[in-house]
């Protein structure tokens, strides 16, 4: 078989050939011979299946043809414009029909391994998301790409395909192929099976890998024209490149280089036919001096093109067919051929170069060498050995069009070739087969000192020719694979779980040049009777990699293939799965559930009940905002306890900082307006506390809030961020399970810390007022009860900023449902602190311990609704009360009462307020018994009460009338016996 390449290719005349005659052609296993590959390349010269680079491999006409030529389903006949743009019209005028590559639906282990039924990932090289809704391939959710610099030779191609095989479909890695060259394809998945030589040795590919940070996932190389290279492997470098990969190793863009488990050996080689006629050309000792100058030269004579065969040998320009030709060149391309099928045979010419008559010392015979960029030292060997022959430079498609030219006219050749190579191994055991020269044998001096491969493309002789000491032969050589330091980085990324294996596996993967050998044998086999290299590579490669599948899978890394708990769920199931995957799901939704019901059905009662006189004393704005904050905050928990996706983590963002900030701010305003009370108590000083002060304090800082919120979610909202976990486990296929979780997660952790810090400051600043207020007993006010729901409320932030600190021990997921379980206990307690013990309470049961009455007064307009007065005087008298008159008297001190007096006088009334503290339950008012001013019904004519809530030593004999609006009603206590302990509210 005889490799392609773009130059050669495009050479190729176009013809007709029956497609159902090829497409039958695969039935039985033909005899092996060496004829077989100089008709294959007849074949493949003459019909135009491998239009390789500049069309589709292999045209059609049914997608029929094209499973029965394939014996693959999964080939179908494909229509496209010359326009490579997609066109379903048949009788378009431009349009071309070719069979897609069975191998791009599934891969190789789908359409070859039995019971193997996972789809490949998909690479950038795919046409996303056409190749997943078709079910060619399926995406990579977790690997980042891998790219394989191609090169420009099949040992290499088959190296880089089978890793592109394991990777690809059995580790879940994208992989695609960097040629070098725009327009160029090679990738094992090739939809049009394109097999295409590009550069060789683009080492500036690898440093745009390492520059990129490892992102070479751009659109195929050839699809623009202005793209830049990427590669992350070399999978096959020979030894003349040693000196730059030092280079690039010193600039820390790739790491030293490994052996890739073949040997190489590239020398001087000829045919059989020649050792058979002269023995002593097989080492240089037979070539060398000038007694051996005449040998050379008529023995290695210089290729001829079709054109200067007709031009130069052919008496009538081959218009009159002869034994090498039948007709003339059709256009320059094909003149440029030194072998095509049928048509021109080739030949090997004598020059006056080869005439040592007229050039006794200067005569010698020609060298088919290596293109520039290759590693190859024929020159410096042959002058320094003082060899009569001169290295010609060759593109690798005129390399083997020479060598098939001297295959089919039975001619000498002398040629610079290399093994493991496909030529090399189609040759074998025939009268052609390649038998290597032996050179003077290498040593250390003479390899350090050979010439580089961009020396032996300079333009001076003696740079080209280098040192003496380095014309020895070359020894077989490990060949070597580079990889860049960016590929490290790249799958050591992220935690362990997550990282990729295509680092370890890369670097220890090995081919050896035996196994590379059998799979060139395949090749070769198949394409006897199929006739399409580009694709009986590819079958041969995936049909080596299913006969030897267990040795394979001993490259694989430790605890890999990994399979993913969600990768085959469906939309219907995921939830299911988490919440049988993860119990901790449910335990959290249950709390999540049981608060949001508790604080909704206590909203609803505290709506029943807010014209109770205990209500009315908490203040229903301040109980109103309360529990629309609790709201709030148990929904946040119950959505923070669902599987979070997008909408969740930016709901629960909203919930709860809204809602957190709603219940905290009342609280911090009340315990802050009772600290200030007993302050001023203690000095005997009127405050004055608006009602509405709440509630504009509680607007202003929802409204920060509010734009904080904004903020964060214009700049950085928070999203579903998935959590991996590695586990022992493995399943039915032997791949190590990895659970997934997933949690709300910004990009950064400033939103998060700037979130807690709110809330921490608010609860420490409020906690601080409890504190300062934990000796005012709850005779007239709820302090108690307050402290109580604030150190709830600090003890719960405390453990959630706890959960903050183990999330890389239990994980985020964990720790996001500790934090939505924390909540709702939270709310639950709340509602068990503040607002049960008020819905359960009576005011019988309150009347009942106490036969304190009230009498009914009119408050003097006077009274400003919010003013308090905060006495301090210590009790020094001791109060008598009745139970069975309207009135109460007290023995009040007599200080006091001296200074209660001239207010009254004054009718400088004392109003407490009580309408955001509830009282002591031994003070009660009972206006069924209380007398009446009027004597009706225990209301005065404008039906206002006013009430005097009693300590255990105080009375109130001096309460003036009111003429108040309801709205405006208040308590008044003289506060002189109060002991400083005691404040009273306006409702």
């Known amino acids: 078989m005889e490799p392609s390449s773009k130059q050669k290719t495009k050479n190729m005349a176009s013809g007709t050939v029956d497609l159902y005659e090829y497409a039958h052609r695969r039935s039985t296993r033909p005899t092996y011979s060496w004829a077989w590959l100089f008709l294959l390349q007849v074949l493949l010269l003459l019909h135009p299946l491998t239009v390789l680079g500049d069309g589709p491999v292999v045209p059609c006409n049914s997608t029929q043809f094209c499973q029965d030529y394939f014996q693959s389903p999964n080939s179908e006949c494909v229509v496209q414009s010359d326009s490579d743009n997609d066109d379903d019209d048949a009788n378009s005028s431009s349009y071309i029909m070719y069979c897609s590559n069975p191998f791009t639906v599934g891969g190789c282990l789908y359409n070859m391994l039995p019971g193997w039924n996972r789809l490949r990932v998909c690479n950038s090289q795919d046409t996303l998301p056409t190749a997943v809704d078709a079910g060619h391939c399926r995406l990579s959710r977790y690997y980042k790409e891998v790219r394989f610099l191609s090169q420009n030779w099949e040992s290499a191609f088959i190296t880089s395909w089978i890793q592109q095989i394991i990777l690809s479909e059995l580790l879940d890695v994208p992989t695609s192929m960097e040629t070098g060259m725009s327009g160029l394809e090679v990738q094992f998945y090739d939809h049009p099976l394109r097999m295409d030589y590009g550069t060789s040795n683009d080492w500036s590919a690898l440093q745009r890998a390492t520059e990129r940070h490892g992102d070479c996932s751009h659109p195929a190389s050839g699809a623009n024209e202005e793209e830049e290279t990427c590669a992350h492997v070399n999978v096959e470098v020979w030894e003349g490149q040693s000196d730059l990969i030092d280079e690039l190793v010193a600039a820390n863009m790739v790491e030293p280089s490994l052996g890739n488990g073949a040997l190489g050996q590239q020398s001087w080689f000829i045919p059989r036919i020649t050792a058979l006629k002269d023995p002593t050309l097989l080492t240089y000792l037979g070539m060398r001096g000038p007694e051996n100058r005449h040998k050379m030269a008529e023995t290695f004579l210089l290729p001829t093109t079709w054109h200067d065969y007709c031009q130069l040998v052919s008496e009538d320009e081959c218009d009159t067919p002869d034994d090498r030709v039948t007709r003339p060149p059709l256009d320059d391309q094909e003149g ?9 045979r080739g030949y090997f010419r004598f020059t006056d170069a080869n005439n040592c008559t007229l050039h006794p010392t200067t005569c010698h015979g020609f060298m088919a060498d290596y293109p520039c960029g290759w590693s190859s030292y024929s020159q410096p060997q042959a002058v320094y050995n003082d060899i009569a022959i001169e290295p010609i430079k060759y593109t690798y498609g005129e390399l083997t069009q020479i060598w098939a030219a001297a295959n089919d006219t039975q001619s000498h050749l002398l040629l610079h070739w290399w093994t493991p190579e496909a030529l090399y191994q189609s040759m074998v055991g025939t009268d052609f087969e390649l038998l290597r020269v032996s050179l003077p044998p290498a040593n250390q001096d003479c390899i350090e000192q050979r010439i580089t491969p961009v020396e032996r493309c300079n333009e001076s002789i003696s740079v080209q020719l280098g040192d003496p000491v380095g014309a020895c032969d070359e020894p077989s050589f490990p060949l070597q694979k580079v990889l860049t330091r960016s590929l490290y980085d790249m799958s050591k990324d992220g935690p362990l779980a997550a990282q990729s294996p295509a680092y370890d596996f890369i670097k220890g993967f090995t081919l050896s040049d035996f196994q590379l050998g059998k799979i060139f044998d395949y090749w070769l086999e198949a394409s006897e009777y199929d006739d399409i290299p580009s694709y009986d590579l590819r079958h041969a490669t995936c049909r080596w990699v299913v006969e030897n599948w267990d040795d394979l899978q001993g490259f694989v890394p430790r605890t890999y293939p990994r399979v993913f708990t969600s990768d085959d769920e469906n939309n219907n199931a995921k939830f299911a799965h988490t919440l049988q995957a993860h119990p901790f799901h449910i335990v959290a939704l249950s709390f999540g559930i049981c608060s949001t ?245 009576s005011d019988d049961d309150d009347a009942n311990r106490s036969s304190v009455y009230a009498s009914t007064r009119r408050m003097p307009s006077s009274i400003v609704s919010g003013s308090v007065v905060m006495p301090h005087a210590p009790q020094l008298g001791t109060t008598t009360t009745t139970t069975t008159t309207t009135t109460a008297t007290t023995t009040r001190n007599p200080t006091c009462s001296s200074g209660i007096n001239d207010s009254a006088k004054n009718n400088d009334v004392v109003p407490v307020m009580e309408d955001i503290e509830s009282f002591h339950e031994d003070v009660v008012v009972d206006q069924e018994h209380a007398p009446n001013k009027e004597g009706e019904d225990g209301d005065d004519e404008n039906g206002i009460l006013e009430r005097h809530f009693l300590d255990d030593d105080v009375s109130n004999e001096n309460a003036p009338e009111t003429d108040a609006k309801p709205e405006e009603a208040m308590t008044m206590i003289d506060g002189c016996g109060l002991r400083c302990r005691h404040c009273g509210i306006v409702n």
């Open 336 to 344: 440029n051929l030194y072998h095509h099928a049928n048509d021109y």
């Open 597 to 841: 019901l508790l604080i909704v059905g206590v909203a609803v009662a505290v709506y029943q009940q807010r014209h109770r006189r205990v209500m009315q004393n908490a203040q229903l704005e301040f109980v109103s905002i309360l529990l629309v904050g609790l709201v709030l905050v148990a929904l946040a928990a119950l959505v923070a306890a669902l599987p979070p996706v997008n909408w969740t983590c930016i709901t629960v963002a909203w919930l709860f900082n809204i809602g957190y900030t709603l219940e905290l701010v009342p609280l911090v305003v009340k315990i802050a307006a009772i600290s200030r009370m007993m302050r001023a108590a203690r000095k005997c000083r009127r405050v004055v506390l608006d009602r509405t002060r709440l509630v504009r304090i509680v607007a202003a800082l929802c409204m920060i809030a509010v734009l904080f919120l904004g903020v964060w979610m214009g700049v950085d909202p928070p999203h579903k961020e998935l959590q991996l976990h590695l586990t022992n486990q493995q399943n039915d296929r032997g791949a190590t399970i990895v659970t997934t979780t997933s949690h709300c997660e910004s990009n950064s952790q400033a939103w998060r810390f700037i979130s807690v810090t709110w809330h921490v400051l608010m609860l420490v600043t409020a906690t601080v007022l409890a504190f300062q207020t934990r000796k005012l007993q709850h005779g007239i006010n709820e302090s108690q009860a307050l402290a109580i729901l604030i150190y709830s409320h600090f003890f719960f932030v405390v453990l959630r900023v706890i959960t903050f600190f183990l999330e890389d021990s239990i994980g985020e997921s964990q720790a996001a449902l500790s934090r939505s379980i924390l909540l709702s206990v939270d709310v639950i307690a709340t509602a068990f602190i503040y607002f049960i013990p008020k819905l359960l309470s």
